[in-house]
């Protein structure tokens, strides 16, 4: 059984956040490394935990990484998609775009702030001011109680559920 190489040290933090700032991803480095990529993600964990040096060395990485990714999109929209023939190869722009799309999603969930869609809400009135600029309250006397209503029918005493109008339609 061959021993794997140790992971966790100088040489190897340096070339991962080289990797990672070059815009490979963490399957892509721990192939090359010959490591999974849930080991490198449980050393950065560990080590942010620990307060290290490294987490902040991979944050950083991170985010140039996140910025070559950026660079990539623009390269690939810029790109010629004319086939051998001297046509636009339509099957090259489709999955061109399939590629800068995915991108584009992966960055807005990676760094909101920075590629994410911008979401405001304004609450204005017609003439562009506040919808409300004063809430006032105002006493009401209150309602009499269905007791305390004079009877309007026939019959002292009666209660009527309906308005005098409707009473007449549902009585009888």
């Excluded at 070559?68 to 046509?87: H, K, R, V």
Aim: aromatic share 6%; with cysteine; charged share 30%.
């Amino acid at each position: 059984m061959t021993k794997r190489p140790k992971l966790r040290s100088v040489a190897n933090g340096n070339r991962i956040c080289q990797f990672l700032a070059e815009g490979f991803s963490l399957r892509q480095i721990g192939r090359e490394l010959g490591c999974d990529a849930s080991a490198i993600a449980h050393w950065v964990r560990e080590d942010q935990d620990a307060g290290g040096a490294f987490s902040q060395q991979y944050a950083r990485a991170r985010e140039i990484g996140f910025g070559m990714m950026s660079e990539e999109i623009i390269a690939i929209s810029d790109a010629n998609y004319t086939g051998p023939d001297g046509f636009v190869d339509n099957g090259a722009v489709q999955q061109a775009r399939l590629r800068s799309d995915n991108r584009k999603w992966y960055l807005s969930k990676m760094l909101p702030r920075q590629y994410g869609d911008k979401v405001t809400q304004e609450i204005i009135g017609e003439d562009g001011s506040a919808l409300i600029t004063r809430i006032e309250l105002v006493p009401v006397e209150p309602r009499q109680r269905l007791e305390e209503l004079p009877a309007d029918g026939d019959k002292a005493g009666e209660v009527r559920l309906f308005p005098p109008r409707l009473a007449d339609r549902h009585s009888g």
